[in-house]
């Protein structure tokens, strides 16, 4: 799916469950796409107990109930009559069916365990920088002709909910690393994050045509996205410290 919402993001109507339109919001979600399928594939290779991935589970089933949501409030726009329409709805319903049966599974298994924990800054930064994005992702998802004032490319009302998706991917992992303060389960989801947004700044450098140079919604857009680049190195860093004074 990335692959080619990647490489042809110019042709979704002859191929992809809706047409999408302009080409850069097709390889904004194909980079999503391809951080997010990196991001599992690491989890499932490196990762060796729930605590190391348990902060995927509430990221994955808010991003699964959203599009889920999304595609109800905009079935006309939908090709129905394609199977990959139906693996669509499929694979979130599945997802999010799993994501409900793995927090109960993940709260049997750390029941009783010790929890590293991160510091009250470090806490207070990642939740603060969730509420931030989820306040973003609401505000596009809720009200999503909003998005426009704010986002540098045009949007339709669906695919700003859909890019508010994926902002609220980025808000529910912020809300549950911060409140949880676990510092096991930081490494992984983190380094995701960072994979993922040096996508979504690589797709909107060559997406450039479809933005103004000299618009400040254009320098928000790239600046957000660098800044949490260092922002999650130097947590991934600090925590890493501390993890190792523990041992």
Do not use: C
């Amino acid at each position: 799916m990335f692959t080619v919402l990647v490489t042809r993001p110019d042709q979704t109507a002859d191929y992809f469950v809706w047409p999408i339109s302009p080409p850069a919001t097709a390889m904004f979600i194909g980079a999503g796409y391809l951080g997010t399928g990196i991001t599992l594939l690491a989890a499932l290779a490196y990762a060796r107990s729930w605590s190391q991935v348990r902060l995927f589970v509430l990221p994955v089933a808010v991003f699964a109930a959203l599009m889920l949501t999304a595609t109800g409030l905009h079935a006309n726009r939908f090709f129905w009559d394609r199977p990959q329409t139906w693996l669509w709805i499929s694979l979130y319903g599945v997802i999010l069916i799993g994501a409900v049966g793995l927090t109960v599974t993940e709260r049997r298994a750390i029941d009783g365990l010790g929890v590293r924990r991160l510091t009250g800054a470090q806490s207070g930064l990642l939740a603060g920088a969730g509420l931030l994005m989820g306040v973003w992702a609401a505000t596009m998802f809720l009200a999503p002709t909003l998005a426009n004032t704010f986002w540098p490319w045009m949007l339709t009302p669906l695919t700003a909910r859909v890019v508010g998706a994926w902002v609220g991917v980025g808000a529910a992992l912020g809300l549950a690393a911060g409140l949880t303060g676990d510092l096991s389960s930081l490494k992984l989801p983190l380094t995701g994050w960072m994979i993922t947004v040096v996508l979504f700044i690589l797709t909107g450098l060559a997406s450039l045509a479809a933005m103004t140079a000299d618009d400040p919604r254009t320098w928000l857009y790239f600046g957000a996205l660098g800044l949490s680049i260092p922002g999650a190195a130097w947590m991934l860093r600090g925590s890493a410290g501390r993890e190792s004074l523990t041992r």
